[in-house]
């Protein structure tokens, strides 16, 4: 059973950074490789695919996520962090963790389309005042 823990939301002044934790349990047990994402919400829209990582390394990032986002990974690939720098008023969301299954010949690269992960995480809340 694959379970992910999302943490380090915060209320934050704009300027500011945060690095938010996905712990995933479960995912080496089941899948020999697998995607992370980071997803987005703020009430009334869609869910907004942030960044996305393979267990092999690869990256997806958003257009809008390019410059201030940055994952990475601790060493056992079970946990990705999202930092974010430079937070500003709009970056205020709950922030989803999710994965998926991730076999070569699925995926090119780690998607960010909601609708293509499994998993997901109950979120952790980041508010960002000006």
């Known amino acids: 059973q694959v379970l992910l823990v999302e943490s380090g939301g915060a209320s934050v002044q704009a300027g500011g950074s945060l690095r938010l934790s996905c712990a995933a349990s479960g995912l080496t047990d089941s899948y020999r490789s697998y995607c992370l994402a980071w997803f987005r919400q703020v009430p009334g829209n869609e869910r907004e695919g942030v960044v996305s990582?393979?267990?092999?390394?690869?990256?997806t990032y958003a257009d809008s996520a390019k410059g201030r986002f940055t994952i990475s990974w601790d060493n056992s690939k079970t946990t990705l962090y999202l930092l974010i720098d430079n937070l500003k008023p709009e970056d205020t969301a709950m922030y989803y963790c999710?994965?998926?299954?991730?076999?070569?010949?699925?995926?090119?690269?780690?998607?960010?389309?909601?609708?293509?992960?499994?998993?997901w995480g109950l979120g952790t809340q980041v508010t960002v005042s000006s």
């Open positions: 999710a994965a998926v299954a991730c076999s070569p010949s699925r995926y090119e690269s780690p998607p960010l389309s909601a609708d293509q992960y499994v998993y």
């Open positions: 990582a393979h267990s092999d390394g690869r990256t």
